[in-house]
């Protein structure tokens, strides 16, 4: 016998048999909940981190887990962690519900009244709470929010929708569940009463609560707003329910002129303090009984009986779903998992989008700002292994090179083929090789001048310097040079000197250096050559230049730069040994591949006798001898 009732006896819940959290914000909503249990069970141990304590039972068909946030904290960071340590514990929690209490705000829409209840009802565009602090002041001073929440899982909003229709019906009424309640042992049971239409008290907008009072009592009942379009308040004082956009934030509000600016502004039928905190990671519907009407009239004579309406709701609501409805509702941490990973692909693919859009418009950019093609992969092609080294020792240009040097420009100069632009070409790749190892951000534009090239003006070549150092920062292009181009497209000009040189003032800013290279001066006509050094000397102290050309360009060079190095060009001995040597054992095609070691030997010395420092007269005499 005993072994039978043994057998019968239900198995005490444990952490997996919780699938409900509630959460309370204030004691006395806690209360109210513990009111609506129809049986209390035995605490459970929780996480090691977790900082809530519980209280746990079964309401209807379903066990609830409910948590109260610390006495003394409001806001949405503090229900945010109260709901984080809840899941931690509670892995089996399928949805969540915030109930308590919160500010009305009445309009012919929503004809509220004190003791009504109010649910985050979403609409197309917003998920039923808007956080109303959350955004951005601009500069006319005015607030503009920003962001989404999301909205309550799909049960809870069926549930919504079908004891909405019960309503309509005049089925499962508020007022007999809370006529149930034995509270006249409680300490003060005349709170979670009906507090009277007498007390319930809408003033004009306009007309503050006097100073140093606790009730109304003393306010002028002239200013009562009577409300003529509202609905009559039943003679059971039945609480109403109303479907709307629950404003919440961290600022307890009590002033009537934020109270309707929420209402123009969000279309917001109620006020609180927490539930923004939860809907993104903790997915809930928020039930608020109306305590006040956010104005400066607010006392806390309401508050103990909406915290009753509001609960009473939360467990009619909790009636019309069936355990198997919660069964195959994904977890908490699930859902909240899965939201990420569809936000992530979303977020991800709006990036990519952006990023493909933001392309095409740069690339009109900078199609727009330079039409100059560099030549610098040609010439490099050419260029002989091994030439050039020496430039790279040279102690004037290490210097120049270095990371703090003492010279902002050096001035390569030689006759005719004496090698200038293919040592350009290497120190452009020297520059390179630099950009990578060194930590600091590094920027390297070049031009290589062409007197055969109409397009080589001044600004078109300060445009094409621009351009290069802006390719450098992908996407981030700064706004004002955006404007000017937008500017300047919109009266369809082409760019000038001066916008040119804004441009490239505007980026060099972007980089802790920038060299720029700039071979072949003296292939631009005078007045150009003038003009770009002039324009170069503007730039900021971080920009370092290297030009090379024929003699007369250093004195050029010298006008506009006051530290600058000279350094001559000349073909060494070492660079026409390479260039032989190259001309004789890799130019497969044209010559044999083998050779007799002492006609090679022969052919090196007699051309480098004959060299006159000209990189170009090696290839001449090599041709004559063979």
Not at 514 to 522: G, P
């Given at each position: 016998m005993?072994?039978?009732?043994?057998?019968?006896?239900?198995?005490?819940?444990?952490?997996?048999?919780?699938?409900?959290?509630?959460i309370?914000?204030?004691?006395?909503?806690?209360?109210a909940?513990?009111?609506?249990?129809d049986?209390?069970?035995?605490?459970?141990?929780c996480?090691?981190?977790?900082?809530?304590?519980?209280?746990?039972?079964?309401?209807?068909?379903?066990?609830?887990v409910?948590?109260?946030?610390?006495?003394?904290?409001?806001?949405?960071?503090?229900?945010?962690?109260?709901?984080?340590?809840m899941?931690?514990?509670?892995g089996?929690?399928?949805?969540?519900?915030?109930v308590?209490?919160?500010?009305g705000i009445p309009?012919n829409?929503?004809?509220?009244r004190?003791?009504?209840?109010?649910i985050s009802?979403?609409?197309?565009?917003?998920?039923?709470v808007?956080?109303?602090?959350l955004?951005?002041?601009g500069?006319?001073?005015?607030?503009t929010r920003?962001g989404?929440?999301?909205?309550?899982?799909?049960?809870?909003?069926?549930?919504v929708a079908?004891?909405?229709?019960?309503?309509?019906?005049?089925?499962?009424?508020?007022?007999?569940?809370?006529k149930?309640l034995?509270?006249?042992?409680?300490?003060n049971p005349?709170?979670?009463?009906?507090?009277?239409?007498?007390f319930?008290?809408?003033?004009?907008?306009?007309?503050?609560?006097?100073?140093?009072?606790?009730?109304?009592?003393?306010?002028?009942?002239?200013k009562?707003d009577?409300?003529?379009?509202?609905?009559?308040?039943?003679?059971n004082n039945?609480?109403?329910?109303?479907?709307?956009i629950?404003?919440?934030?961290n600022q307890?509000?009590?002033h009537?002129?934020?109270r309707?600016?929420?209402?123009?502004?969000?279309?917001a039928?109620?006020?609180?303090m927490?539930?923004?905190?939860?809907?993104d990671?903790?997915?809930c519907?928020?039930?608020?009984?109306?305590?006040?009407?956010?104005?400066?009239?607010?006392?806390?004579?309401?508050?103990?009986?909406?915290a009753?309406?509001?609960?009473?709701?939360?467990?009619r609501l909790?009636?019309?779903?069936s355990p198997?409805?919660?069964?195959?509702t994904?977890?908490?941490?699930?859902a909240v998992k899965?939201v990420?990973?569809?936000?992530?692909?979303v977020?991800?693919?709006?990036?990519?989008?952006?990023?493909?859009?933001?392309e095409?418009?740069?690339?009109?950019?900078?199609d727009?700002?330079?039409?100059?093609?560099?030549?610098?992969?040609d010439?490099?092609?050419?260029?002989?292994?091994?030439?050039?080294?020496w430039?790279l020792?040279n102690s004037?240009f290490?210097?120049?090179?270095?990371?703090?040097?003492?010279?902002r420009?050096?001035?390569?100069?030689g006759?005719?083929?004496?090698?200038?632009?293919?040592?350009?070409?290497l120190?452009?790749?020297t520059?390179?090789s630099d950009?990578e190892?060194?930590?600091?951000?590094?920027?390297?534009a070049?031009?290589?001048?062409?007197y055969?090239?109409q397009?080589?003006t001044?600004?078109?070549?300060?445009?094409?310097?621009?351009?290069?150092?802006?390719r450098?920062l992908?996407?981030?292009i700064?706004?004002k040079?955006?404007?000017?181009?937008?500017?300047?497209?919109?009266a369809?000009?082409q760019?000038?000197?001066?916008k040119a040189?804004?441009i490239?003032?505007l980026?060099?800013?972007?980089?802790?250096l920038?060299?720029?290279?700039?071979?072949?001066?003296?292939e631009l006509?005078?007045?150009?050559?003038?003009a770009?050094l002039?324009?170069?000397?503007e730039t900021?102290?971080?920009v370092?230049l290297?030009?090379?050309?024929?003699?007369?360009?250093?004195?050029?060079?010298k006008?506009y730069?006051?530290?600058?190095?000279?350094?001559?060009?000349?073909?060494?001995?070492?660079?026409?040994?390479h260039?032989?040597k190259?001309?004789i054992?890799?130019?497969?095609?044209?010559?044999?591949k083998?050779m007799?070691?002492?006609?090679?030997?022969?052919?090196k010395e007699?051309?480098?006798s004959l060299?006159?420092?000209?990189?170009?007269?090696p290839f001449?005499?090599?041709?004559d001898t063979y």
């Open positions: 005993s072994a039978s009732n043994s057998s019968e006896r239900p198995k005490k819940p444990d952490h997996r048999d919780y699938t409900v959290g509630w309370s914000a204030l004691s006395l909503e806690l209360s909940a513990m009111l609506m249990l049986e209390e069970h035995d605490p459970l141990a996480h090691g981190k977790d900082k809530n304590t519980y209280v746990f039972g079964r309401m209807g068909k379903h066990n609830i409910i948590a109260c946030l610390p006495e003394g904290s409001y806001g949405t960071i503090s229900a945010a962690s109260v709901a984080q340590d899941v931690r514990s509670f089996s929690i399928r949805f969540g519900l915030m308590g209490i919160g500010a309009s829409q929503h004809q509220i004190l003791g009504d209840v109010v009802t979403p609409t197309d565009i917003v998920g039923g808007v956080q109303y602090d955004g951005k002041t500069g006319n001073g005015e607030f920003k989404s929440l999301n909205k309550p899982p799909q049960v809870l909003l069926t549930a079908a004891l909405k229709a019960k309503h309509r019906l005049g089925r499962e009424k508020l007022g007999p569940l809370l149930e034995q509270v006249e042992d409680f300490d005349e709170e979670f009463h009906y507090q009277g239409v007498e319930d008290r809408l003033f004009q907008s306009d007309y503050l609560h006097p100073d140093n009072t606790d009730t109304c009592d003393s306010c002028d009942k002239s009562v009577p409300r003529p379009n509202d609905r009559p308040r039943p003679k039945e609480p109403a329910i109303h479907y709307g629950i404003a919440s934030g307890l509000i009590r009537t002129v934020l309707e600016r929420l209402r123009q502004d969000c279309n039928c109620c006020i609180e927490e539930a923004a905190g939860l809907m990671n903790f997915p519907l928020v039930i608020r009984g109306i305590c006040d009407y956010a104005d400066s009239h607010k006392n806390d004579g309401w508050q103990q009986y909406a009753l309406t509001a609960a009473a709701y939360a467990k909790l009636s019309v779903i198997e409805q919660v069964e195959v994904p977890t908490v941490e699930d899965r990420s990973e569809i936000m992530t692909k977020v991800d693919g709006v990036k990519d989008v952006n990023a493909k859009v933001d095409q418009l740069n690339q009109e950019f900078f727009w700002l330079s039409p100059l093609k560099m030549r610098h992969d010439i490099r092609s050419k260029r002989v292994p091994g030439t050039g080294q430039m020792d004037k290490r210097e120049w090179r270095s990371a703090e040097p003492k010279s420009a050096i001035c390569c100069f006759e005719p083929g004496a090698g200038k632009t293919y040592i350009t070409s120190v452009i790749d520059l390179r950009m190892e060194r930590k600091t951000k590094i920027g390297l070049y031009v290589y001048c062409d055969k090239n397009d080589h001044t600004e078109k070549l300060i445009a094409a310097i621009a351009k290069q150092l802006l450098l992908g996407l981030e700064p706004k040079i955006i404007d000017i181009y937008n500017q300047l497209r919109k369809d000009k760019i000038s000197l001066d040189i804004e490239l003032l980026t060099c800013p972007a980089f802790d920038v060299y720029i290279c700039i071979d072949a001066l003296d006509e005078e007045r150009e050559r003038i770009l002039r324009s170069l000397q900021p102290r971080s370092y290297f030009t090379t050309g024929r003699n007369h360009v250093k004195t050029n060079v006008s730069f006051d530290e600058v190095e000279m350094v001559q060009i000349k073909a060494m001995e070492i660079d026409v040994t260039l032989i190259y001309e054992m890799e130019n497969s095609m044209a010559y044999p083998r007799d070691e002492t006609l090679e030997r022969e052919i007699r051309i480098v060299s006159t420092g000209k990189l170009a007269t001449q005499l090599f041709e």
